[in-house]
């Protein structure tokens, strides 16, 4: 299982539960990397900022808004939706390369730019079928959030 804070934006009761919504800051490793600086993806994360991410979950503890709690999660949903978004276009991409240098080039006497613009449509369409696809997975996950502990308040 994996694990993350969160903090609680806001509780409602539900009987004798409670509906407990989060919000929690994607952390990068940019921020501790020493190389940051000089490094691609710290200068775009930098650029484009955190990204928020929002859960629900039910429990019986009391909890209330503004404090840190520790959330848990299967690993699995996380992987399998990770896999997908990565491979699925990827395997597209170069599923476009090979028709277009195989059949389409031959056919049309073409040069190189039909193998990247077969390579370019075919990974759009496998971003496509990858985000139909992780959808139903991530639902699945936000359901599969599960109340670790309460850290308490934050310190601000």
Known sequence: MMTALATV?????????????????Q????????????????IVTKAVGNKSLFWQLTTKSLVKAGQVVEIGFPEKSL??????????????M??????????????????????????A???????QIAKHFAKPIEDKSQQQVVLVRVLGDPLI
């Open 9 to 25: 934006s806001s509780v409602e009761t539900k009987g004798s539960q409670f509906l407990v919504h989060l919000s929690c800051e």
């Open 79 to 92: 992987l399998q939706s990770a896999a997908l978004v990565y491979l699925v276009p990827l395997f597209m």
């Open 121 to 127: 449509i075919f990974t759009v369409i496998g971003i």
């Open 27 to 42: 952390q990068t490793s940019c921020s501790g990397c020493s190389s940051q600086k000089s490094c691609g993806t710290g």
């Open 94 to 119: 170069m599923l476009g390369a090979a028709i277009g240098q195989l059949v389409l080039q031959p056919l049309l006497a073409g040069e190189e730019g039909i193998v990247i613009l077969m390579a």
